[in-house]
């Protein structure tokens, strides 16, 4: 059979025809999401200012706590409705770094420990951390040199 | 002995019968549209196995011997069990079938295999060279999450033309005799690949091999466009469907009215929340051995061509920039 369109032609035709993601609605609740998971950092952030702790310390312990907080709720299988709803709002905070370590350690728990756990535990991570690492390498070389 | 009949059509003139047929399938096939037209519904998604490949493999299991139970035959009546599914190395099949001790061949069409493995058996029986052969495919969406996409718990959106892949499996057998649907013609299809690279997108890069394998039908039989009751094809989904129509109609196939898509029938999609519908080895499988052959040995539907799609790419082969290769095969089933 001739096909009637270049492969250039059929995808744009085809993707003229798809349906479309909600964009603003996406957006929106991106926003709601992402700004209640930082919300309830900042009500934890406060609350560990209250007890005493220096402005260093209570971020760092804030951050653990919401990583706590991801890796909990993705081990009683609601990070992944809440992934659903908020999307990268609900992605981008530490609570989304840590369901997305905590996801596949789950997932290949039946891999064994080492090649399942172990091996893929940074199957969505690991980029992020090797380019992150590296980028702020690159920015601390460059602030060392211009400081 | 068939007749070829043009590059992609053999006329089977024996007509193989459909002895018997059988799809068990998970909670959510169980609670769409078609749910009272399965044979088991199984809530667990692990089937009581440990894993999800070892549950995928026990539908397959339970499918066969479901098969074998509504024909009345033991596992030594079978000459030869022809499945597949999505998973690496075909396992779900293997492993499913381990214990049978009946010869076998693995097949890999992707979500296309049942039509593959049918048209297979069909022409054993045809040949002669078997009295029964089974022809059978399964698949489970988190085997198949785990395999092609993401992990279960992990908090992505989905695309609105993404599909759902459907857990469970359906099989049928064909055999010399009988009076049940008979298999009268098979179109092979070959590879179409228009260049779609979005794996959340296979309706629109499977059309096309539909769209080629029905208009090679059509062309190779001379039959005529209102011949069948029913055209189904596989996993198009909502948007694939759309598009597949369109290019039918391109080449002076008009279908409307008489064409539908196991993955749009499959679910419900406003309340199952499954985006343009069903897809896997296992969507069209159990259509068929649920509802279709339900539908044509009550004689509600006479003739149907069931046209089974896939998209024969792997992850690899996407992070690698390849585009996705699809592929459909017909065949036409009827009541005489």
């Known amino acids: 059979m001739e096909q009637k369109r270049t492969k250039e032609e059929y995808k744009k035709w085809s993707q003229k025809q798809a349906p479309k993601s909600p964009k603003i609605k996406r957006i929106l609740m991106a926003f709601l999401v992402g700004g209640a998971i930082c919300t309830i950092g900042q009500v934890i952030q406060n609350a560990l200012l209250g007890t005493g702790l220096d402005e260093k310390s209570a971020g760092a312990a804030t951050t653990l706590f919401m990583i706590f907080i991801g890796a909990f709720l993705t081990g009683i299988n609601v990070y992944d409705d809440i992934g659903r709803v908020g999307g990268a709002g609900a992605s981008i905070p530490v609570t989304g770094f840590a369901n997305s370590i905590v996801s596949p350690a789950m997932e290949y728990k039946k891999e064994g420990y080492v090649m399942g756990v172990g091996a893929r535990m940074f199957l969505i991570a690991g980029p992020v951390l090797v380019y992150g690492i590296i980028t702020s390498i690159v920015v601390g070389i460059i602030y060392y040199i211009i400081k | ?336």
């Open chain 2, 1 to 336: 002995m068939g007749t070829r009949l043009g590059k992609h059509t053999v006329r089977l003139d024996s007509k193989p019968v459909i002895q018997s047929w059988a799809a068990i399938v998970g909670a959510k096939e169980g609670h769409g549209p078609l749910g009272s037209y399965f044979d088991e519904i199984i809530e667990d998604e692990y089937f009581g196995e440990e894993t999800f490949e070892k549950g995928e493999s026990k539908f397959l299991r339970e499918t066969f011997g479901k098969i074998l139970s509504k024909g009345e035959v033991s596992t030594g009546d079978i000459q030869y069990i022809f499945a597949g599914d999505l998973l690496n190395q075909c396992i779900a099949a293997s492993f499913g079938i381990r214990e049978t001790e009946i010869p076998f061949y693995g097949l890999y069409g992707a979500c296309s295999t049942m039509a593959e493995s049918l048209s297979l058996g069909s022409f054993m029986v045809e040949g002669g060279f078997a009295e029964r052969a089974v022809c059978i495919t399964s698949s489970h969406f988190c085997s198949a999450e785990k395999q092609f996409r993401y992990p279960l718990e992990f908090g992505n959106q989905r695309t609105p033309t993404s599909q759902w892949t459907v857990t469970g499996s359906g099989g049928v057998m064909v055999g010399k005799a009988g009076d049940g649907p008979r298999v009268t013609h098979v179109t092979t299809g070959k590879i179409v690949d228009m260049g779609i690279t979005d794996a959340n997108d296979m309706g629109t890069a499977m059309a096309p091999a539909a769209c080629d394998t029905i208009t090679a039908h059509f062309r190779e039989t001379n039959l005529p466009l209102n011949y069948y009751d029913l055209i189904v094809t596989g996993d198009l989904g909502w948007h694939g469907k759309n598009i597949c129509l369109q290019l039918l109609e391109e080449n002076g196939i008009s279908v409307r009215g008489f064409y539908e898509d196991c993955g749009v029938m499959i679910y419900d999609q406003q309340i199952q929340k499954t985006d343009c519908g069903g897809s896997g080895c296992a969507c069209s499988a159990t259509v068929l051995g649920g509802y279709l052959l339900d539908k044509l040995s009550k004689r509600e539907l006479n003739k149907i061509l069931f046209v089974a799609t896939g998209a024969l790419h792997s992850p690899l082969s996407l992070q690698q920039g390849e585009s996705i290769p699809a592929i459909a095969h017909a065949v036409s089933i009827e009541m005489i």
